[in-house]
């Protein structure tokens, strides 16, 4: 779910701007490759860096990243 919730959001902001994930990529100092492998369903971890270095490359922070109604309410992974 969460893995979901961090695709959602990376394409969102790219529409938001109007940008391709090959741009993004581009911007972020990633290979076009590690952000199409980020998109694939299958694949379940995203480290914190590559996240950071998206950031990055869109200019935000990471909790500009994270704080959204989508992340908010999550449910608690372990109960």
Do not use: H, W
Request: glycine share 2%; with cysteine; aromatic share 6%.
């Amino acid at each position: 779910m969460v893995k979901d919730t961090i695709v959602q959001r990376i394409q969102q902001l790219c529409a938001d701007r109007n940008i391709s994930y090959t741009e993004l990529a581009r911007i972020s100092g990633l290979t076009p490759s590690t952000i199409y492998s980020i998109l694939k369903p299958e694949r379940r971890d995203i480290s914190a860096i590559t996240i950071k270095k998206i950031c990055d490359g869109l200019s935000i922070t990471l909790s500009e990243f994270y704080t959204t109604p989508e992340f908010n309410n999550l449910e608690q992974e372990i109960k």
